[in-house]
């Protein structure tokens, strides 16, 4: 099937291109792909929500009733933990681009779902339940489309009695909007090398879950962030905890995943984070209605790639456009989806196609984004260095001195290593004893897999490819005990022992039917070893309103 644009996402930074490219010229044809089940299942987001790319893109958004985004932010509190106490942090110190008040607090997979019907009402095509699985290319190397998984292929790779070949989609320019860690889109970073002049990405992984609470604990608009305790070791992370809407509340927890002790396990760390007692009284006989992990980009303005290749780019969290130190990315992911679709829109005006978009490349850096991203981009980098209390206090004095004086005394740090070369042996570290569950406020990973509503068909092709399947065990487990079991917020990967005594060979065990197709393991993966590719169209978790 032809087309003009390509869409692969239909996230903030995927639906906001297509809507500008219709509202630009109605007669541009546009698809997007999806591969959650429905447009917003797959989106997991905070979220507090700068309006700044919505205002350009839908500027009737604040009258339009069927907007999900109707709880201005109140109140802005920052704390730090530590692991019975905690103090709040005067606001007057802030920077003026941590203040949350004109932001709104929300859901992003509900704002995705509106942004996707608009899309739709303006003529753009939209196909769920559809994960793009290859690129297509041209006789001279540049990308020409995409193409679509098969449908029915059994665990053995053989097709069973309902298969279904996947789409060819053919475009002239091809919008790559996965989202953090893209799966085609790591593949054009490589195909490309587009990372050859930028320092390695950074990542964290962002477990969320949404709770309804009490109305005596409800403070609508209320933000809230803490850092410090739970984290140890020189990890480095934080939470956030927003009210919106009638009573809920999301509360999540981000974990750098530049940590050493190969023993963390970051879904524990969210769990024992919720018994605080700064923390706990909020969920006193509350409701968990939905849960889930996703990983984010962090690496900020020195870890964005190149943008543009033959035939195509990359847009929102897919280009690292992720502001970390606001824990905001979607309004950059709506104004990178924008400003490409401008682009393309002259190239196809000049009858242009499957060329690189120069113009979208020269553009970022002297944009709304790039102002965004170059104020707090030693932010990450002096967290790394010195630490949780000490990185704090130089980041946000950067990001002073970058607001007032458009100047840092640090200049632009490095991130020196990949997140997969961050780990310390076993043998070297002490190991993390977590508390068990309690139930009340904290939780064990099967029930909230199963409050995720992931669903793959299990009689698929494992998409989790190992490139050597004896490392997990041969490598992994000698060096740094499996780290795969701990970080993978879903237990999808187990070490398991024909019996108890541990005394005969161990086994590497995936469970994939599990997966919330967060990417963590395919960035925390010591040897690099894993690869996480789409599972069959529709597969994964069903967020309600994440
Ligand atoms: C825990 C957490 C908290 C956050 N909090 C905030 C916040 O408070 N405020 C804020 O502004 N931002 C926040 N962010 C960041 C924000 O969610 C992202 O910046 C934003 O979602 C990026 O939008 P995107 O469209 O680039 O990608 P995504 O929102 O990730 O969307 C990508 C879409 O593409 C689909 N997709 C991926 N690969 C394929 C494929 N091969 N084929 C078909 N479909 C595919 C995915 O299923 C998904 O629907 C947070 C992120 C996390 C993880
Ligand atoms: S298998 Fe990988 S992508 Fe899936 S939930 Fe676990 S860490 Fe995330």
Request: aromatic share 10%.
């Amino acid at each position: 099937m032809d087309y003009d644009v390509v869409v692969v996402g239909a996230g903030p930074a995927g639906l906001a291109a297509a809507i500008r490219l219709r509202s630009l010229d109605p007669n541009i044809s546009v698809v997007v792909v999806e591969k959650g089940s429905t447009v917003g299942a797959h989106i997991l987001s905070g979220a507090v929500i700068d309006p700044i790319g919505l205002d350009r893109l839908a500027p009737d958004w604040r009258s339009d009733g069927e907007c999900p985004l109707k709880t201005p932010v109140t109140s802005d509190r920052f704390y730090f933990m530590g692991q019975t106490g905690s103090a709040r942090l005067p606001n007057w110190p802030m920077p003026r681009l941590m203040n949350n008040h004109g932001n709104f607090v929300g859901s992003l997979g509900a704002l995705t779902r509106w942004l996707g019907a608009r899309a739709e009402s303006m003529g753009v095509e939209i196909y769920p339940g559809f994960a793009a699985t290859e690129l297509l290319f041209g006789v001279r190397g540049e990308v020409v489309g995409i193409a679509t998984g098969d449908m029915g292929v059994g665990r053995d790779g053989r097709p069973k009695a309902n298969f279904s070949r996947g789409m060819e989609l053919r475009g002239k320019y091809v919008l790559l909007a996965e989202g953090a860690r893209g799966s085609l889109s790591k593949q054009v970073i490589a195909s490309y090398k587009l990372d050859s002049a930028s320092d390695p990405q950074k990542y964290g992984i962002g477990l969320k879950e949404v709770w309804e609470i009490r109305s005596d604990q409800f403070t609508p608009g209320l933000v809230q962030h803490t850092f410090g305790w739970p984290l140890t070791s020189g990890a480095t992370g934080g939470s956030f905890l927003y009210h919106y809407d009638d009573r809920l509340v999301s509360v999540g927890f981000v974990v750098h995943l530049g940590y050493q002790n190969p023993t963390l396990s970051p879904f524990d760390e969210f769990q024992r984070f919720k018994t605080h007692p700064l923390i706990r009284e909020t969920f006193a006989d509350g409701k968990r209605l939905a849960c889930g992990a996703r990983a984010l980009t962090s690496g900020g303005w020195q870890s964005v790639p190149k943008l543009a290749f033959p035939g195509g780019a990359l847009i929102g969290c897919a280009a690292g456009f992720m502001n970390f130190a606001r824990i905001k990315g979607s309004h950059n992911a709506i104004l990178s989806g924008m400003m490409a679709a401008d682009k393309v829109h002259d190239a196809l005006a000049a009858g242009r196609a499957n060329d690189e978009l120069t113009a979208y490349e020269d553009s970022w850096r002297a944009s709304d984004i790039g102002s965004d991203l170059h104020r707090v981009r030693n932010v990450k980098s002096l967290w790394s260095k010195f630490g949780l209390v000490v990185g704090v206090g130089l980041g946000g004095l950067d990001m002073w001195t970058n607001e007032l004086f458009k100047f840092s005394i640090f200049g632009t740090l490095r991130h020196d290593k990949p997140d997969s070369q961050t780990l310390n042996p076993i043998s070297e570290v002490t190991p993390i004893v977590y508390p068990k569950p309690d139930d009340i406020v904290s939780f064990d990973k099967s029930s909230s897999v199963f409050l995720s509503n992931t669903n793959h068909e299990e009689d698929q092709p494992i998409h989790l490819h190992l490139q050597d399947p004896t490392i997990p065990i041969r490598e992994n487990l000698r060096r740094y005990g499996e780290p795969a079991r701990l970080y993978c917020p879903a237990g999808v990967y187990e070490v398991v022992y024909a019996d108890e005594t541990r005394h005969t060979e161990p086994r590497f065990v995936i469970n994939a039917q599990n997966c919330v197709h967060c990417k963590t393991c395919d960035i925390k993966d010591p040897a690099q070893n894993i690869t996480w590719v789409p599972p069959e169209g529709g597969g994964g978790p069903n967020y309600p309103d994440m």
